[in-house]
């Protein structure tokens, strides 16, 4: 069993590496993906993301918005189960 995580991010280079921790710190016993899923932020969010391997980033093509940003991460996800988290949660 597995769990995809999708972290939606813009311009939270100050929070986005702490929501990661987050979530990289929970005791599951299945396979963990997460994805965070950058809405074109113009800030260092990319190179905070970028620190952490176990994770998947995806770019919007245009700054979207939390919810077109959401279906992306959904569109990617492998798990049927899925959580949400926000970049400054």
């Known amino acids: 069993t597995g769990v995809s995580v999708i972290i939606t991010c813009f311009n939270l280079e100050k929070y986005i590496g702490l929501a990661i921790e987050s979530v990289l710190s929970q005791r599951f016993a299945g396979e963990l ?49 899925v959580a949400f988290l926000d970049g400054d949660d």
């Open 33 to 81: 993906e997460i994805l965070v899923v950058d809405d074109c932020s113009s800030d260092g969010s990319a190179s905070v993301i970028a620190r952490y391997p176990e994770v998947t980033m995806l770019t919007t093509p245009t700054n979207s918005g939390v919810l077109l940003a959401t279906v992306l991460g959904l569109r990617a996800a492998r798990h049927e189960i």
